[in-house]
């Protein structure tokens, strides 16, 4: 299996309405070198801003109390972050900025590509799952996937490093990895922790510009999401459903795996878990055509019969 990111929290703390007369009066400079852009890229990680509203607030701000914070401060990220933190009347709450230095320095230990200051590869995102005690073929990368929002598996945002771990106060690799252990323990029995870590692992394994994913992908993806050894596993005591949700679809489904498919089969496992007789099951329910498939077939399978031959209109 290949290798696998907040609202902007801070304009609860601004005087919105200063900022936004001030940016409708000023213009825009002209475009800033690749350095500077790379130095305001950090600026909108430690932030928690956008691009676009950094690219407001940074080059546009003028008046006595909100400098343009890069400029003025030499083009120091950090110095300028405390100016804009200073300026913009932020109060230090539960994201807690002092962290963002930490990290962004973590984050350069793994960025791999030189051309892109907001981004680690593939490389650099494997080293550190191992450095984080994470086995790529466990729950926890998935785990670490949704608190960082990783676009894509083996890619690693800036931003999404500095505000996932932010919000865990984890700014240092030991903090981290207790915090992976933590939330790898909590998944098993917090039901809301599994639902989002499971529909954010679809965002993970599409590949980009592709809505869906390979079959044999989301096999491999379901067999570590539902693994019995990750304390989510889809079996009863009579019933394993996950082998018996991958063999059907290795016999009887020729197509990839949307997200509607994806999302569906999680409240398929709900269901089986709590009635493995499959009693609540009703053709007529607004299941995916897959899903109503397999459900017969489990009716057949426990009444004894044979697997009902393929359908090609499926």
């Given at each position: 299996?290949?290798?696998?990111?907040?609202p902007?929290?801070?304009?609860?703390?601004l005087?919105?309405?200063?900022?936004?007369?001030?940016?409708?009066?000023?213009?825009?400079?002209?475009?800033?070198?690749?350095?500077?852009?790379?130095?305001?890229?950090?600026?909108?990680?430690?932030?928690?801003?956008?691009?676009?509203?950094?690219?407001?607030?940074?080059?546009?701000?003028?008046?006595h109390?909100?400098?343009?914070?890069?400029?003025?401060?030499?083009w120091?990220?950090?110095?300028?972050?405390?100016?804009?933190?200073?300026?913009?009347?932020?109060?230090?709450?539960?994201?807690?900025?002092?962290?963002?230095?930490?990290?962004?320095?973590?984050?350069?230990?793994?960025?791999?590509?030189?051309?892109?200051?907001?981004?680690?590869?593939?490389?650099?995102?494997?080293?550190?799952?191992?450095?984080?005690?994470?086995?790529?073929?466990?729950?926890?990368?998935?785990?670490?996937?949704?608190?960082?929002?990783?676009?894509?598996?083996?890619?690693?945002?800036?931003?999404?490093?500095?505000?996932?771990?932010?919000?865990?106060?984890?700014?240092?690799?030991?903090?981290?990895?207790?915090?992976?252990?933590?939330?790898?323990?909590?998944?098993?029995?917090?039901?809301?922790?599994f639902?989002?870590?499971?529909?954010?692992?679809?965002?993970?394994?599409?590949?980009p510009q592709?809505?869906?994913?390979?079959?044999?992908?989301?096999?491999?993806?379901?067999?570590?999401?539902?693994?019995?050894?990750?304390?989510?596993?889809?079996?009863?005591?009579?019933?394993?459903?996950?082998?018996?949700?991958?063999?059907?679809?290795?016999?009887?489904?020729?197509?990839?795996?949307n997200?509607?498919?994806?999302?569906?089969?999680?409240?398929?496992?709900?269901?089986?878990?709590?009635?493995d007789?499959?009693?609540?099951?009703?053709e007529?329910?607004?299941?995916p055509?897959?899903?109503?498939?397999?459900?017969?077939?489990?009716?057949?399978?426990?009444?004894?019969?044979?697997p009902?031959?393929?359908?090609?209109?499926?």
């Amino acid at each position: 299996m290949p290798a696998p990111f907040l609202p902007d929290a801070w304009r609860r703390y601004l005087n919105i309405p200063l900022f936004q007369e001030t940016f409708l009066r000023l213009k825009m400079p002209s475009a800033y070198s690749s350095e500077h852009k790379a130095k305001l890229q950090q600026f909108v990680a430690i932030t928690s801003t956008t691009e676009r509203t950094a690219a407001k607030g940074i080059r546009r701000l003028t008046l006595h109390t909100n400098p343009q914070f890069l400029k003025v401060h030499g083009w120091d990220v950090e110095r300028a972050a405390d100016g804009y933190y200073h300026s913009a009347g932020k109060i230090a709450s539960g994201y807690g900025r002092a962290d963002a230095p930490s990290l962004n320095e973590l984050f350069e230990k793994y960025r791999d590509d030189e051309s892109d200051a907001g981004r680690i590869g593939t490389d650099g995102t494997m080293l550190y799952m191992n450095d984080l005690n994470v086995r790529l073929d466990d729950l926890s990368v998935f785990i670490v996937g949704e608190v960082l929002q990783c676009p894509t598996m083996g890619e690693i945002t800036r931003e999404g490093f500095v505000q996932g771990w932010t919000k865990l106060s984890a700014d240092t690799l030991p903090k981290q990895q207790v915090a992976v252990a933590n939330l790898r323990t909590e998944i098993a029995q917090n039901d809301e922790l599994f639902k989002r870590v499971y529909k954010y692992t679809f965002d993970l394994a599409r590949q980009p510009q592709q809505k869906s994913i390979d079959l044999a992908a989301a096999i491999e993806y379901w067999r570590t999401v539902f693994a019995p050894s990750g304390g989510r596993g889809w079996f009863s005591e009579k019933t394993n459903f996950l082998d018996q949700w991958l063999a059907y679809l290795e016999r009887d489904w020729k197509k990839s795996v949307n997200r509607d498919m994806w999302n569906m089969t999680y409240e398929f496992y709900t269901r089986t878990l709590a009635d493995d007789s499959l009693a609540w099951w009703d053709e007529m329910g607004a299941w995916p055509s897959v899903i109503d498939g397999f459900a017969v077939y489990l009716k057949r399978q426990n009444a004894g019969d044979a697997p009902a031959e393929q359908d090609d209109n499926m």
